[in-house]
Protein backbone atom coordinates (compact mmCIF):
# COMPACT_ATOMS: atom_id res chain seq x y z
CA UNK A 1 0.00 0.00 0.00
CA UNK A 2 0.88 3.48 -0.08
CA UNK A 3 0.25 6.28 1.10
CA UNK A 4 -0.82 9.29 -0.71
CA UNK A 5 2.39 10.97 -0.52
CA UNK A 6 4.63 8.31 -1.83
CA UNK A 7 1.88 7.95 -4.46
CA UNK A 8 3.12 11.64 -5.69
CA UNK A 9 6.77 10.41 -5.58
CA UNK A 10 6.43 7.94 -7.71
CA UNK A 11 4.20 9.56 -10.22
CA UNK A 12 6.80 12.03 -10.54
CA UNK A 13 9.54 9.59 -10.58
CA UNK A 14 7.80 8.59 -13.81
CA UNK A 15 7.04 11.89 -15.54
CA UNK A 16 10.50 12.07 -16.71
CA UNK A 17 10.18 9.33 -18.93
CA UNK A 18 7.51 10.58 -20.85
CA UNK A 19 7.48 13.33 -23.74
CA UNK A 20 7.69 16.52 -22.55
CA UNK A 21 5.29 17.73 -24.42
CA UNK A 22 2.42 15.58 -24.33
CA UNK A 23 -0.26 18.64 -26.00
CA UNK A 24 1.53 18.09 -29.29
CA UNK A 25 3.61 14.83 -31.26
CA UNK A 26 3.47 13.17 -35.16
CA UNK A 27 2.90 10.25 -37.10
CA UNK A 28 3.91 6.67 -34.62
CA UNK A 29 2.97 4.13 -37.05
CA UNK A 30 1.72 3.15 -40.62
CA UNK A 31 -0.37 0.36 -42.07
CA UNK A 32 0.69 0.32 -45.57
CA UNK A 33 -1.87 -2.25 -48.17
CA UNK A 34 -2.72 -4.36 -44.65
CA UNK A 35 0.67 -4.31 -43.48
CA UNK A 36 1.86 -2.80 -40.26
CA UNK A 37 4.97 -0.59 -40.21
CA UNK A 38 6.49 0.91 -36.60
CA UNK A 39 7.97 4.12 -37.19
CA UNK A 40 11.00 6.24 -35.74
CA UNK A 41 10.97 6.51 -32.00
CA UNK A 42 11.69 10.12 -31.52
CA UNK A 43 12.21 9.65 -27.50
CA UNK A 44 14.57 6.98 -27.78
CA UNK A 45 18.46 6.89 -29.00
CA UNK A 46 18.68 6.68 -32.79
CA UNK A 47 21.51 4.70 -32.38
CA UNK A 48 20.46 0.86 -34.09
CA UNK A 49 17.01 2.22 -34.85
CA UNK A 50 15.54 1.02 -37.90
CA UNK A 51 11.99 1.66 -39.57
CA UNK A 52 10.52 2.66 -43.01
CA UNK A 53 10.14 6.05 -41.41
CA UNK A 54 12.25 8.59 -41.49
CA UNK A 55 13.76 10.34 -38.26
CA UNK A 56 12.30 13.36 -36.78
CA UNK A 57 13.14 14.60 -33.32
CA UNK A 58 10.37 16.12 -31.72
CA UNK A 59 6.88 16.27 -30.89
CA UNK A 60 7.34 19.98 -31.28
CA UNK A 61 5.33 21.29 -34.17
CA UNK A 62 6.99 23.42 -36.89
CA UNK A 63 5.55 27.23 -36.95
CA UNK A 64 7.91 28.48 -39.39
CA UNK A 65 6.80 27.15 -42.83
CA UNK A 66 10.20 28.21 -44.61
CA UNK A 67 12.20 26.05 -42.03
CA UNK A 68 14.93 23.66 -44.00
CA UNK A 69 13.07 21.07 -41.37
CA UNK A 70 9.50 21.40 -43.23
CA UNK A 71 9.97 18.10 -45.34
CA UNK A 72 9.93 15.52 -42.61
CA UNK A 73 10.56 17.20 -39.43
CA UNK A 74 14.17 16.57 -39.73
CA UNK A 75 17.09 17.69 -41.45
CA UNK A 76 15.56 15.22 -44.58
CA UNK A 77 18.40 12.76 -44.16
CA UNK A 78 18.05 8.77 -43.77
CA UNK A 79 19.95 6.74 -40.95
CA UNK A 80 22.21 3.61 -41.33
CA UNK A 81 18.88 1.59 -40.04
CA UNK A 82 16.87 3.21 -42.96
CA UNK A 83 14.33 0.42 -44.21
CA UNK A 84 11.59 0.78 -47.29
CA UNK A 85 7.96 -0.56 -47.28
CA UNK A 86 8.43 -2.78 -50.65
CA UNK A 87 6.17 -3.98 -52.90
CA UNK A 88 3.45 -1.11 -52.66
CA UNK A 89 0.84 -1.66 -55.45
CA UNK A 90 -0.41 1.49 -57.26
CA UNK A 91 -3.75 2.13 -56.22
CA UNK A 92 -3.48 0.89 -52.58
CA UNK A 93 -4.11 2.79 -49.36
CA UNK A 94 -1.55 4.11 -46.48
CA UNK A 95 -2.82 4.76 -42.72
CA UNK A 96 -1.00 7.00 -40.46
CA UNK A 97 -1.17 6.51 -36.75
CA UNK A 98 -1.07 9.83 -34.46
CA UNK A 99 -0.49 9.38 -30.72
CA UNK A 100 -4.01 9.08 -29.44
CA UNK A 101 -6.03 11.20 -28.72
CA UNK A 102 -4.45 13.91 -31.37
CA UNK A 103 -5.54 16.89 -29.70
CA UNK A 104 -5.76 19.40 -32.38
CA UNK A 105 -9.30 19.33 -34.25
CA UNK A 106 -9.01 22.44 -35.95
CA UNK A 107 -6.64 22.11 -39.42
CA UNK A 108 -6.49 20.40 -42.81
CA UNK A 109 -4.73 17.28 -43.42
CA UNK A 110 -2.15 16.80 -46.47
CA UNK A 111 -0.62 13.64 -47.94
CA UNK A 112 2.23 13.94 -50.20
CA UNK A 113 4.30 11.84 -52.72
CA UNK A 114 8.01 13.06 -53.57
CA UNK A 115 9.84 10.21 -55.93
CA UNK A 116 13.35 9.79 -55.64
CA UNK A 117 16.21 9.69 -58.45
CA UNK A 118 18.16 6.10 -58.58
CA UNK A 119 17.02 2.25 -57.27
CA UNK A 120 16.18 3.88 -53.60
CA UNK A 121 14.91 6.44 -51.71
CA UNK A 122 17.75 5.77 -48.68
CA UNK A 123 21.00 8.57 -48.77
CA UNK A 124 18.45 11.04 -50.82
CA UNK A 125 18.02 14.45 -49.04
CA UNK A 126 13.92 15.16 -48.38
CA UNK A 127 14.91 19.18 -49.40
CA UNK A 128 16.48 17.71 -52.46
CA UNK A 129 12.73 16.60 -53.61
CA UNK A 130 10.35 17.49 -55.40
CA UNK A 131 6.68 16.97 -53.41
CA UNK A 132 2.90 16.43 -55.50
CA UNK A 133 -0.02 16.40 -53.02
CA UNK A 134 -2.27 13.31 -53.56
CA UNK A 135 -4.69 13.75 -50.59
CA UNK A 136 -6.23 16.84 -48.83
CA UNK A 137 -9.14 17.36 -46.42
CA UNK A 138 -9.82 21.59 -45.14
CA UNK A 139 -12.92 22.94 -43.41
CA UNK A 140 -15.66 19.54 -43.98
CA UNK A 141 -18.33 21.83 -42.95
CA UNK A 142 -19.38 24.56 -40.84
CA UNK A 143 -17.62 27.69 -40.44
CA UNK A 144 -13.96 28.64 -39.78
CA UNK A 145 -14.28 29.18 -36.55
CA UNK A 146 -16.76 26.56 -35.91
CA UNK A 147 -16.29 23.93 -38.27
CA UNK A 148 -15.59 20.07 -38.81
CA UNK A 149 -11.82 20.05 -40.21
CA UNK A 150 -10.08 17.07 -41.64
CA UNK A 151 -8.28 17.04 -38.37
CA UNK A 152 -11.34 16.00 -36.57
CA UNK A 153 -12.28 13.57 -38.92
CA UNK A 154 -8.16 12.49 -38.36
CA UNK A 155 -9.26 12.00 -34.55
CA UNK A 156 -12.67 10.33 -35.00
CA UNK A 157 -11.01 8.09 -37.01
CA UNK A 158 -8.69 6.91 -34.62
CA UNK A 159 -6.44 9.26 -34.90
CA UNK A 160 -5.61 7.91 -38.06
CA UNK A 161 -5.35 9.40 -41.56
CA UNK A 162 -5.80 6.77 -44.75
CA UNK A 163 -4.51 8.24 -48.16
CA UNK A 164 -5.04 6.07 -51.39
CA UNK A 165 -1.61 5.87 -53.46
CA UNK A 166 -3.52 7.09 -57.34
CA UNK A 167 -3.43 4.43 -59.55
CA UNK A 168 -1.87 6.61 -62.54
CA UNK A 169 1.18 7.35 -60.48
CA UNK A 170 4.11 6.08 -61.90
CA UNK A 171 6.26 2.90 -60.44
CA UNK A 172 9.44 3.88 -58.07
CA UNK A 173 10.96 4.39 -55.21
CA UNK A 174 9.05 7.85 -53.01
CA UNK A 175 8.59 9.55 -49.63
CA UNK A 176 5.13 9.33 -48.56
CA UNK A 177 4.49 12.40 -46.48
CA UNK A 178 1.63 12.67 -44.02
CA UNK A 179 0.90 16.48 -42.43
CA UNK A 180 -1.00 17.70 -40.44
CA UNK A 181 -1.82 21.19 -39.46
CA UNK A 182 -2.99 22.99 -36.77
CA UNK A 183 -4.55 26.55 -36.65
CA UNK A 184 -5.90 26.48 -32.90
CA UNK A 185 -3.32 29.34 -32.44
CA UNK A 186 -0.98 31.13 -34.88
CA UNK A 187 1.85 30.69 -36.20
CA UNK A 188 -0.03 27.85 -37.27
CA UNK A 189 1.46 24.60 -36.48
CA UNK A 190 2.94 22.11 -38.66
CA UNK A 191 3.29 18.35 -38.30
CA UNK A 192 5.05 16.79 -40.99
CA UNK A 193 6.21 13.51 -40.90
CA UNK A 194 7.35 10.66 -44.07
CA UNK A 195 8.54 7.56 -45.02
CA UNK A 196 10.10 5.35 -47.39
CA UNK A 197 7.99 3.41 -49.83
CA UNK A 198 8.61 1.68 -53.20
CA UNK A 199 5.57 1.92 -55.68
CA UNK A 200 4.84 -1.33 -58.01
CA UNK A 201 2.58 -1.95 -60.47
CA UNK A 202 2.10 1.99 -61.33
CA UNK A 203 0.73 4.19 -63.92
CA UNK A 204 2.04 6.46 -66.34
CA UNK A 205 0.99 10.09 -65.22
CA UNK A 206 3.88 12.07 -63.98
CA UNK A 207 2.78 14.79 -61.49
CA UNK A 208 2.91 18.09 -63.56
CA UNK A 209 5.38 20.84 -62.68
CA UNK A 210 2.56 23.20 -61.44
CA UNK A 211 1.77 20.43 -59.15
CA UNK A 212 5.37 19.90 -57.79
CA UNK A 213 6.93 22.00 -55.01
CA UNK A 214 10.24 21.95 -52.75
CA UNK A 215 10.11 21.59 -49.35
CA UNK A 216 10.54 24.33 -47.55
CA UNK A 217 9.01 26.04 -50.73
CA UNK A 218 5.65 24.42 -50.95
CA UNK A 219 4.17 27.32 -48.23
CA UNK A 220 4.61 31.15 -47.21
CA UNK A 221 4.23 31.94 -43.87
CA UNK A 222 1.75 34.26 -45.43
CA UNK A 223 -0.68 31.71 -47.13
CA UNK A 224 -4.28 32.10 -46.52
CA UNK A 225 -4.18 28.91 -44.96
CA UNK A 226 -1.66 29.44 -42.41
CA UNK A 227 -2.48 32.76 -41.48
CA UNK A 228 -6.32 32.57 -40.73
CA UNK A 229 -7.92 33.64 -37.44
CA UNK A 230 -10.53 31.12 -36.14
CA UNK A 231 -11.21 33.37 -33.20
CA UNK A 232 -12.63 36.82 -34.88
CA UNK A 233 -16.11 37.70 -35.55
CA UNK A 234 -15.49 37.05 -39.47
CA UNK A 235 -14.41 33.40 -38.49
CA UNK A 236 -17.59 32.54 -37.07
CA UNK A 237 -19.23 33.09 -40.43
CA UNK A 238 -16.79 32.38 -43.14
CA UNK A 239 -17.01 29.38 -44.96
CA UNK A 240 -14.16 28.99 -47.50
CA UNK A 241 -10.66 27.53 -46.15
CA UNK A 242 -7.51 27.28 -48.43
CA UNK A 243 -5.82 24.43 -48.25
CA UNK A 244 -2.00 25.13 -48.48
CA UNK A 245 0.20 24.23 -50.82
CA UNK A 246 0.21 22.86 -54.80
CA UNK A 247 -3.01 21.70 -56.72
CA UNK A 248 -4.30 18.27 -55.91
CA UNK A 249 -2.07 15.98 -57.99
CA UNK A 250 -4.32 14.89 -61.30
CA UNK A 251 -7.10 17.01 -59.93
CA UNK A 252 -7.76 19.55 -63.65
CA UNK A 253 -7.09 22.60 -61.50
CA UNK A 254 -4.46 24.74 -63.51
CA UNK A 255 -2.26 27.26 -62.03
CA UNK A 256 -1.24 28.63 -65.50
CA UNK A 257 -4.96 29.81 -66.90
CA UNK A 258 -4.47 27.64 -70.04
CA UNK A 259 -7.95 26.49 -69.58
CA UNK A 260 -10.17 30.24 -69.58
CA UNK A 261 -13.81 28.70 -69.24
CA UNK A 262 -12.64 26.09 -66.82
CA UNK A 263 -13.95 25.99 -63.23
CA UNK A 264 -10.68 24.86 -61.64
CA UNK A 265 -11.60 23.46 -58.70
CA UNK A 266 -9.07 25.23 -56.05
CA UNK A 267 -10.47 28.28 -54.86
CA UNK A 268 -9.00 31.50 -57.42
CA UNK A 269 -9.91 34.52 -55.15
CA UNK A 270 -8.84 34.83 -51.43
CA UNK A 271 -11.90 35.20 -49.25
CA UNK A 272 -10.17 38.77 -47.50
CA UNK A 273 -12.57 38.28 -44.16
CA UNK A 274 -10.85 35.01 -43.34
CA UNK A 275 -7.30 36.22 -43.65
CA UNK A 276 -6.45 37.24 -40.16
CA UNK A 277 -3.42 39.38 -38.96
CA UNK A 278 -1.47 37.58 -36.43
CA UNK A 279 -2.19 38.77 -33.01
CA UNK A 280 0.36 41.24 -32.36
CA UNK A 281 0.78 39.82 -29.22
CA UNK A 282 1.70 36.19 -29.82
CA UNK A 283 3.00 34.01 -27.34
CA UNK A 284 6.71 34.88 -27.19
CA UNK A 285 6.78 35.78 -23.83
CA UNK A 286 4.75 32.86 -22.50
CA UNK A 287 6.08 31.84 -19.32
CA UNK A 288 5.95 27.96 -20.67
CA UNK A 289 6.67 26.67 -17.48
CA UNK A 290 5.48 22.74 -17.30
CA UNK A 291 4.99 23.08 -13.04
CA UNK A 292 0.96 24.66 -13.35
CA UNK A 293 2.93 27.79 -12.22
CA UNK A 294 2.56 31.16 -14.78
CA UNK A 295 0.02 32.70 -16.81
CA UNK A 296 -0.31 31.69 -20.55
CA UNK A 297 -0.55 34.52 -22.93
CA UNK A 298 -2.83 34.98 -25.61
CA UNK A 299 -3.33 31.82 -27.93
CA UNK A 300 -1.41 29.88 -25.57
CA UNK A 301 -2.50 26.59 -24.49
CA UNK A 302 -4.21 26.85 -20.77
CA UNK A 303 -5.31 23.43 -19.99
CA UNK A 304 -6.83 20.00 -21.61
CA UNK A 305 -6.12 16.32 -20.22
CA UNK A 306 -2.27 15.81 -19.48
CA UNK A 307 -1.43 19.55 -19.69
CA UNK A 308 0.27 20.08 -16.61
CA UNK A 309 1.06 24.09 -17.99
CA UNK A 310 -0.23 27.30 -16.52
CA UNK A 311 -4.15 27.15 -16.44
CA UNK A 312 -4.34 30.71 -15.99
CA UNK A 313 -4.23 33.32 -19.12
CA UNK A 314 -2.26 36.69 -19.02
CA UNK A 315 -4.73 39.51 -18.83
CA UNK A 316 -7.48 40.33 -20.50
CA UNK A 317 -8.01 36.49 -21.65
CA UNK A 318 -9.86 33.79 -20.59
CA UNK A 319 -8.52 30.31 -20.30
CA UNK A 320 -11.32 28.97 -23.30
CA UNK A 321 -12.07 24.64 -23.08
CA UNK A 322 -11.65 23.93 -26.97
CA UNK A 323 -11.68 20.22 -26.63
CA UNK A 324 -11.28 18.09 -23.83
CA UNK A 325 -7.07 17.66 -24.80
CA UNK A 326 -6.89 21.12 -25.14
CA UNK A 327 -8.04 24.64 -23.95
CA UNK A 328 -6.36 27.84 -24.69
CA UNK A 329 -6.09 31.52 -23.60
CA UNK A 330 -8.28 34.22 -25.73
C1 LIG B 1 -6.12 2.50 -33.56
O1 LIG B 1 -4.79 2.98 -33.66
C2 LIG B 1 -3.81 2.18 -33.04
C3 LIG B 1 -2.48 2.86 -33.26
O2 LIG B 1 -2.46 4.15 -32.71
C4 LIG B 1 -3.80 0.79 -33.61
O3 LIG B 1 -2.87 0.00 -32.94
C5 LIG B 1 -5.17 0.20 -33.52
O4 LIG B 1 -5.16 -1.03 -34.19
C6 LIG B 1 -6.20 1.10 -34.15
N1 LIG B 1 -7.53 0.57 -33.97
C7 LIG B 1 -8.33 0.35 -35.00
C8 LIG B 1 -9.69 -0.18 -34.64
O5 LIG B 1 -8.01 0.55 -36.14
CU1 LIG C 1 0.15 20.17 -30.01
Not at 63 to 91: E, F, I, K, R, Y
Not at 269 to 291: C, E, N
Amino acid sequence: MFSSTQLLALTLAVLPQLPRVIAHGGVLSYNIAGKTYNGWQPYNTPVGQSSIQRPWATYDPIQDATLSTVACNDDGTSPDGQLTATSVPAGSKITAYWNQVWPHPYGPMLTYLAQCPGSSCTGVNAQSLSWFKIDEAGLLSGTVGNGYWGSGKMIDQNSSWTSTIPASVPSGNYLIRFEMIALHSLPAQLYPECAQIQITGGGSRAPTSAELVKFPGGYSNSDPGLTVNLYTNEAQTETTYIIPGPPLYNSGASTGGSSPGSSASTPVSVPTTSVATKPSSTPASTPTSSSGQGTAAQWAQCGGQGWTGPTTCASPYKCNVVNPYYSQCY
